[in-house]
């Protein structure tokens, strides 16, 4: 088994199979979506056409959504993913949510949790769309000032209760919908159901991958992600590699990759963030230069599935700088990456 060519091409980074941004966030499962340019890009890359404008549309449709789920992190999801994935972390989001206020010194009693869920609520049924100095407005009518601290935590407690998910594509700010207004009602699913069919997708995307990947992935207990594997019990292949067990699903693919690749991969991308296991793509002694121990990721150079360098966009001109010392790069390859990267943010026709 090698785990770098079976993840590069589960994760879509070499010959992609999807055209449409959507069906690549519906296939990755949940995307880690720090960044909101970055985070355009890292599903762009994995489309067979990148092009920033062909995402707009489908965020702005409602096919992908950005929140808090797993991890209580920022992720973008399929839209219509979100009920469900929603209904299977809100303990586990609300529980880290209630510690993070709680180390804070924040307290939101209940009754002030609804009053200002109706203000936003109804500021959006007149606006459709909403930033968050709309919000802050939204309340000064209302005789209510409040710290943007806690005002986000207001803001999440609405994504949790299943008020609020994003709102259209804005250049460099979030901004806020209602959940009824942008996503048609889908039905929730049974526990295990859902379980299997993140794992499912987990496995798909992300494998070869561990049990702990999965566990770190998600953000649920072991015990639960142990019986989404089960569920899948004709559908895992497990492998041994180095005294790791992996999981793969048995549809991977075993072909397509090309030596030679270079990769642009942006910051707090799935390849290295959606794992426990990152030895396999980064070295440990060059893993610093991957992410720190505060889980900041900086974008990274990928040459053949191996983290070799790190770009910046400083003024918006591409640079790289390749730290590994027997990294044989070749340039040809490099600039072709670099230009579609650019292609993609100035190609405006879908």
Same mark, same amino acid.
């Not at 088994?1 to 941004?21: G, K, T």
């Not at 949790?160 to 460099?172: E, N, R």
């Not at 993140?198 to 207990?221: M, Q």
């Not at 990274?300 to 790190?310: E, P």
């Given at each position: 088994?090698?785990?770098?060519?079976?993840?590069?091409?589960?994760?879509?980074?070499?010959?992609?199979?999807?055209?449409?941004?959507?069906?690549?966030?519906?296939?990755?499962?949940?995307?880690?979506?720090q960044e909101y340019?970055?985070?355009?890009?890292?599903?762009?890359?994995?489309?067979?056409?990148?092009?920033?404008?062909?995402?707009?549309?489908?965020?702005?449709?409602?096919?992908?959504?950005?929140?808090?789920?797993?991890?209580?992190?920022?992720?973008?999801?399929?839209?219509?993913?979100?009920?469900?994935?929603?209904?299977?972390?809100?303990?586990?989001?609300?529980?880290?949510?209630?510690?993070?206020?709680?180390?804070?010194?924040?307290?939101?009693?209940?009754?002030?949790?609804?009053?200002?869920?109706q203000i936003f609520?109804?500021?959006?049924?007149?606006?459709?769309?909403?930033?968050?100095?709309?919000?802050?407005?939204?309340?000064?009518?209302?005789?209510?000032?409040?710290?943007?601290?806690?005002?986000?935590?207001?803001?999440?407690?609405?994504?949790?209760?299943?008020?609020?998910?994003?709102?259209?594509?804005?250049?460099?700010?979030?901004?806020?919908?209602?959940?009824?207004?942008?996503?048609?009602?889908?039905?929730l699913l049974p526990?295990?159901?859902?379980?299997?069919?993140?794992?499912?997708?987990?496995?798909?995307?992300?494998?070869?991958?561990?049990?702990?990947?999965?566990?770190?992935?998600?953000?649920?207990?072991?015990? %639960?992600?142990?019986?989404?594997? !089960?569920? =899948? #019990? &004709? *559908?895992?292949?497990?492998? +041994?590699?180095?005294?790791?067990?992996?999981?793969?699903?048995?549809?991977?693919?075993?072909?397509?990759?090309?030596?030679?690749?270079?990769?642009?991969?942006?910051?707090?991308?799935?390849?290295?963030?959606?794992?426990?296991?990152?030895?396999?793509?980064?070295?440990?002694?060059?893993?610093?230069?991957?992410?720190?121990?505060?889980?900041?990721?900086?974008?990274?150079?990928?040459?053949?599935?191996?983290?070799?360098?790190?770009?910046?966009?400083?003024?918006?001109?591409?640079?790289?700088?390749?730290?590994?010392? %027997?990294?044989?790069?070749?340039? !040809?390859? =490099? #600039? &072709? *990456?670099?230009?579609?990267? +650019?292609?993609?943010?100035?190609?405006?026709?879908?």
């Open positions: 088994m090698n785990p770098v060519s079976a993840r590069l091409l589960s994760q879509q980074l070499i010959c992609p199979q999807f055209a449409s941004p959507h069906d690549v966030v519906a296939w990755m499962g949940a995307m880690q979506a340019r970055m985070m355009r890009w890292a599903v762009g890359m994995r489309t067979k056409k990148p092009s920033a404008a062909a995402f707009e549309k489908d965020y702005n449709a409602g096919r992908i959504v950005r929140g808090h789920l797993f991890r209580t992190t920022w992720q973008l999801v399929a839209g219509e993913d979100w009920y469900w994935m929603l209904e299977l972390c809100r303990t586990n989001a609300l529980r880290g949510l209630a510690g993070w206020m709680k180390s804070n010194g924040v307290h939101i009693p209940q009754a002030e949790q609804g009053t200002i869920q609520s109804d500021y959006l049924e007149r606006h459709r769309i909403a930033l968050k100095p709309d919000f802050v407005a939204a309340l000064a009518e209302k005789g209510i000032a409040m710290d943007d601290h806690r005002l986000s935590y207001h803001i999440r407690l609405g994504e949790y209760s299943g008020l609020l998910c994003s709102g259209d594509l804005f250049p460099m700010k979030h901004s806020y919908a209602l959940v009824k207004d942008k996503l048609p009602v889908q039905r526990k295990e159901e859902a379980l299997a069919l993140l794992a499912r997708k987990y496995f798909r995307s992300h494998g070869p991958a561990t049990l702990e990947d999965f566990v770190w992935w998600s953000g649920l207990n072991s015990s %639960e992600c142990k019986n989404g594997i !089960e569920a =899948l #019990q &004709t *559908e895992l292949i497990q492998e +041994h590699w180095k005294g790791l067990t992996f999981f793969r699903h048995r549809d991977s693919r075993a072909r397509g990759f090309r030596s030679g690749t270079v990769t642009l991969l942006p910051s707090y991308d799935e390849y290295l963030i959606g794992y426990k296991s990152r030895h396999v793509a980064v070295h440990p002694d060059h893993a610093h230069h991957a992410h720190n121990q505060r889980g900041i990721f900086w974008p990274v150079v990928l040459l053949d599935g191996k983290v070799i360098g790190n770009w910046s966009v400083p003024g918006g001109k591409l640079q790289v700088e390749i730290f590994h010392p %027997e990294a044989d790069l070749h340039d !040809e390859s =490099l #600039q &072709t *990456e670099i230009a579609l990267y +650019h292609q993609f943010f100035n190609r405006r026709q879908l």
